[in-house]
């Protein structure tokens, strides 16, 4: 999805026309934004998602779960 005319429009007047902030906003957009949707598609599962705290509940409820994997 491509998510840069909704940012752009939400900006504040301030920032629409700074080149700067929209290259800030573009670089973002690059190498963040991706990451992020296919982390939270892809983590959000018992068997995916990572985390000690995970870990810890998984030992007080039975489930062992892999540990170490990112």
Do not use: C, H
Not at 14 to 40: G, H, M
């Amino acid at each position: 999805m491509n998510y840069e005319p909704i940012i752009k429009i939400r900006l504040p007047e301030q920032f629409k026309n700074s080149e700067n902030f929209n290259s800030f906003i573009e670089a973002f957009l690059d190498r963040y934004l991706e990451v992020a949707e296919s982390d939270l598609l892809n983590k959000r599962w018992v068997d995916t998602a990572v985390g000690w705290q995970l870990d810890l509940i998984g030992d007080i409820v039975g489930i062992k779960r892999p540990r170490g994997q990112v």
